[in-house]
């Protein structure tokens, strides 16, 4: 990654952090995981985070999910 990709990853996540958290804490909710333990679950074993949330379904069956 290049510097300026960095420095635009780096702004839009001190931007978004609340926002983030608060995502990754309602699914790891849906997990009964806290959401420190589905972030490191993210970081260490990423497909095994895909597979559990994919089991965790959507936010709205009949509408897009906004999350995705």
């Given at each position: 990654?290049?510097?300026q990709a ?10 978004s ?6 995502q ?5 909710h849906?997990?009964g995981?806290?959401?420190w333990?589905?972030l490191?679950l993210?970081?260490?074993?990423p ?7 994919d ?9 897009p999910?906004?999350?995705?």
């Amino acid at each position: 990654m290049n510097q300026q990709a960095a420095a635009v990853v780096a702004m839009y996540l001190r931007q978004s952090h609340d926002r983030l958290l608060t995502q990754t804490e309602y699914y790891a909710h849906r997990l009964g995981m806290s959401k420190w333990d589905l972030l490191e679950l993210i970081s260490t074993n990423p497909e095994r985070a895909r597979a559990l949330l994919d089991q965790a379904g959507k936010v709205h069956d009949l509408d897009p999910d906004i999350f995705t």
